[in-house]
């Protein structure tokens, strides 16, 4: 069983909202940036139908479109129609339970696949895509939200892809992961690319060092580093009723460091003790060392220990850390160091220097005088080496989602530019979607809408 912390309240920022709608006109507060054009698409989970049991990682996923032109705004949202939904759709009922298994009096026609294709969504090589780490990708289209089903690349791609592929700001390659290769809860990892056509040039698998939950994963300009931690996947547990996946610290962590120009053959592994990461801000190369700032915390929230005993929900608590790989070391181990000690998730960079040294990021933090797990209340700004220069804070009850950082124009100096972030205000059940000045969070947004 997953820990009580991810199931949704049915009036909580993570309840479901039940229909399509669109809405243009919207009315904004301050004023949208004339140079901000274009169209930020988000997902998320929200389950078709409510279950107060359900996880919030396995909700059906619903796609939102912002459309800002000219100082105006409109909405779109549309759930994303995957096999799963489709059957649960025309049944009138849930179909699928814990992990997005069939339930058992589910009828024999329902497909076997869970996805909900609610994680994350990308635009590459022309194709719009919604992202969850157990499928393939599923293209949508782009305007209507109209779902275009899964898209294999012409079958190159066979089993999960990442829900957090990079892209590479210079070729334009797109380079992605996934892990249960081999099938549920095994430890066969896939690696592979896309070129800025489509294209894909590799697609490869190797054994990670034991089965896991691996949601990131780390690319420099010229290496790929793959990060296993004590999320453990043991289908030995799922077959005696216990959590298939939980945290053991005793497996250590494992840091899988290959040359973009090698194979995974290549995979050199660097050693340390427990910790968990959900999300990468960005790494670089510096000499012979490869850099990482990732979000890191003690102990993997939202998860239970094998035998069902809660994490603490302290050591959940993640925050900015800096790993450093010395690749002509004589040592298989790694350093690491907290940058800052309030809590946060979802880093975002100027995508721009991703995979290069960066001088500017930013993450969604808890406030630090009421840090409750998971809910995320404010905005951090980071300097290059981890140093907070902004902070902006949301008034009591309201949350925010993960930033996204929009240059004023393509050639614009680093962090010139705006944060887009969606806030919910808890006192009145409706949201924001916030722009701020990248520069200079903490003088607040310069338009909601």
């Known amino acids: 069983m997953l820990q009580p912390t991810g199931i949704p309240d049915a009036c909580d920022n993570l309840a479901p909202i039940p229909m399509e709608c669109d809405a243009p006109n919207l009315p904004i507060k301050g004023e949208l940036p004339r140079e901000l054009n274009g169209t930020l698409y988000r997902n998320g989970a929200n389950p078709q139908f409510f279950s107060p049991r359900a996880h919030w990682f396995f909700g ?30 025309e049944a009138g009922r849930p179909l699928y339970g814990e992990y997005n298994l069939k339930l058992p009096d589910s009828p024999a026609s329902a497909p076997d696949d869970g996805g909900v294709a609610n994680t994350n969504i990308v635009f590459h090589a022309g194709k719009l895509l919604a992202l969850e780490e157990a499928h393939l990708p599923t293209e949508i289209e782009p305007g209507t939200l109209a779902t275009r089903g899964y898209h294999s690349y012409g079958g190159a791609l066979k089993g999960p892809f990442t829900a957090h592929p990079k892209i590479d700001p ?7 992961f996934g892990y249960n290769a081999d099938g549920p809860l095994k430890r066969t990892m896939s690696f592979g690319a896309i070129d800025a ?39 030995w547990r799922a077959m005696r009723g216990r959590p298939p996946y939980a945290w053991d610290p005793r497996k250590g962590s494992w840091i899988g460091v290959m040359k973009r120009s090698g ?15 959900f999300h990468v801000m960005n790494a670089w190369e ?50 690491r160091t907290y940058l800052d000690d309030i809590s946060g998730e979802f880093p975002r960079i100027d995508e721009r220097r991703a995979g290069l040294r960066s001088r500017h990021g930013w993450y969604a933090c808890a406030n630090p005088e009421t840090p409750t797990l998971g809910q995320l209340s404010g905005l951090v700004h980071v300097d290059g080496d981890g140093q907070r220069c902004g902070r902006y804070l949301l008034s009591p ?36 979607l916030a722009v701020f000045a990248a520069g200079d969070i903490a003088a607040g947004p310069v338009a909601l809408v």
């Open 60 to 89: 059906d996923g619903m796609l939102h479109a912002f459309h800002l032109e000219n100082g105006r705004a409109s909405y779109r949202n549309r759930w994303v129609r995957t096999p799963k939904w489709l059957a649960e759709h």
């Open 170 to 176: 210079v070729t334009g390659e797109m380079l992605f």
């Open 197 to 235: 056509s489509g294209r894909v040039t590799r697609y490869e698998r190797f054994k990670a060092p034991y089965a896991a939950m691996v949601h990131d994963f780390i690319v420099t300009e010229h290496h790929v580093l793959f990060p296993i931690l004590p999320l453990t996947g043991s289908i």
């Open 263 to 277: 194979t995974t053959r290549d995979i050199r592994w660097f050693r340390g003790e427990a910790c968990f990461v």
């Open 286 to 335: 510096d000499g012979t060392k490869i850099i990482a700032d990732v979000m890191q915390s003690e102990e993997a929230p939202l998860f239970t220990h094998p035998d069902g005993r809660r994490t603490d929900p302290e050591k959940g608590r993640a925050r900015l850390c800096r790993w450093s790989f010395d690749l002509a070391g004589n040592t298989n181990g790694f350093s």
């Open 397 to 432: 009850g309201d949350t925010i989602g993960e930033p996204v950082f929009v240059p004023r124009s393509p050639d614009a100096a680093e962090a010139d530019g705006w944060l887009l972030a969606v806030v919910w205000r808890g006192c009145e059940n409706r949201s924001d």
